[in-house]
């Protein structure tokens, strides 16, 4: 068991913040082609297992194993409009100050180079999710803009908008942010190891709120990362194989530059 | 060469509206090559809720005029290159959703109203790119209260792969309740199976809720790994080798080409 005795790498300590964002939820969505997001709710679902606490419902899309739907895609946007989903993820091409996300593309629309693939439910589990966590592992200027070229869904809405919903958190390869929903804008909860404010200003296309001397976000603690190595990863491996693989390989790895 | 498959495919007019399922609820791929092989041309294609491979084939085939959908993509093999290339060259009408609209509009058809009223939306450049979504103030409450209409959707065809089907033309989908909306809301309903059964599906209690009444099915025809490089639930994996092979080849017009008419070599042999 010595490569559970190998430090966090910098993935697991994104998985585990995620874990630590889905505190008190009862029901969490994982959309297609998410790894982290679903790991992260993997590891808060086995967490809860092993204190014994109420469980954690998860359903990752497009997994058989972990997605208990059986009303087909039209059911999670209703369970979600039923307010029975407490948290779901995003990600974006672009996202700006005011936590509007774009999926759809750069430059003018209808002609957009490059095109994403599109919005997929963002136009309304944004909306009526309490919990949206923004999740983009990037953190670069291209992606971190002022103003999006397109609004697949907004940040904010209007007074008389129906919107139990929107930004929580927003989650990238370099730090933790907060959403401030009466200012419209990111506040910095935490930079990741080895990053620096300086670097994470620099990276930002836009500003956002912060301590001078930010929180560093913290790493698990060895119960926490060998349940991620252990359970979660062989659970993960149904739903995203090629991933998993490639997070054991970055362990192994860690693991001999640790011991040498 | 003439198969059960275009006898369906044939059914499919130029100039009209498909409907199609998401990539892991029974892609008719089997179909879709036969569409290609007729040149069946001015294609609408509504994607529930999102497209990939099949909607990227058909496009680079220059069979599709526009298209209503959440997204297209290839999933873990990347972007749908034919799709981004028609885009970028403008040579599809593009009516971008988000997956609820879809299946909103679908479920309009299915009751046989105009329109579904839905959450979201509002301040989304969505909208304000659907001249066909209305917004209007909440009739049942006493407080402004903006909400989306969604027009009802009529597709003229609903195409899908399933496991089986028996000797009444009933369809088992299992838990794929979207093909059931499809077929509801369609004109006509075009099924490819794995294999015809010759014991009712309505017989079994079991088989019974996952089945799709044949009073929704207009043909159907056998077509073994129909779905395949997708998946089929409980009967085969994705090939994801294929599709990143597809990925790849579709970069270029000329990969493409190749590509399409490899396959057509092979239909043929």
Known sequence: MSHDMSPATPREILICTVAGLLDGCRCVAVGAASPVPA??????????????????????????????????????????GQGRIDAFFLGGGQIDRHGNINLVGVGDYPRSAPRWPGSFGSGYLYYVVPRVILYREEHSPRVFVEKVDFISTPGTSEPD??????????????A?????????????????????????????????????????????????????RTRVMDELSETYPAFAAELRARIQTTDRKATA | MSTDVHRLAAQIASGSTVAVPVDYAGVAMAMTRALIEIGTSEL?????????????????????????????????????????AAVREG???????????????????????????????????????????????????????????????HPDTAIFHAPMADREGNVWIGRRRELASMAYAARQTLVTVERI????????????????????????????????????????????EEIARYAKAARSDDGFADYIGANKAEVMA
Request: charged share 20%.
């Open chain 2, 91 to 153: 040579s599809i009408a593009l009516r971008d959703a988000t997956c609820p609209a879809i299946h909103a509009g679908l479920m309009a058809a299915q009751k046989g109203v105009p329109f579904m009223p839905m959450r979201g939306l509002i301040g989304s450049d969505l909208l304000r790119n659907r001249p066909d979504w209305t917004v209007i103030d909440n009739p049942t409450s006493e407080t402004p209260d903006p909400i989306v209409l969604i027009p009802a959707i």
């Open chain 1, 176 to 228: 933790l942010f907060d959403f401030d929903k009466d200012k419209r804008g990111f506040r910095l909860a935490s930079l990741h190891p080895d990053h620096t404010l300086e670097e994470v200003t620099a990276a930002t296309g836009f500003a956002f709120d912060h301590d001078p001397d930010p929180a560093t976000t913290p790493g698990p603690d060895a119960a926490t990362l060998h349940l991620l």
């Open chain 2, 197 to 240: 059964v010759d014991k009712r599906l309505l017989d079994d209690e079991t088989l019974a809720a996952g089945t799709l009444p044949g009073l929704y099915v207009t043909d159907i025809a056998i077509a073994e790994k129909g779905a395949w490089p997708y998946g089929l639930w409980g009967e085969y994996p994705t090939d994801q």
């Open chain 1, 161 to 174: 908008v129906y919107r139990p919903g929107g930004p929580y958190a927003l989650l990238t390869g370099k």
């Open chain 2, 44 to 84: 609408t294609l509504i994607c529930v809720p999102t497209g990939g491979m099949q909607a990227d084939m058909l496009i680079g085939a220059g069979q599709v005029r526009a298209v209503e959908t959440s997204a297209v993509s290839l999933g873990e093999a990347g972007g749908a290159p034919r799709f981004n």
């Open chain 1, 39 to 80: 790991a992260g709710a993997m590891l808060a679902r086995a967490l809860r297992d092993t204190a014994g606490e109420p469980p954690l419902r998860i359903s990752v899309l497009g997994s058989e194993a972990h997605n208990f739907f059986t009303n087909g895609s039209a059911e999670l946007f209703d369970a979600a």
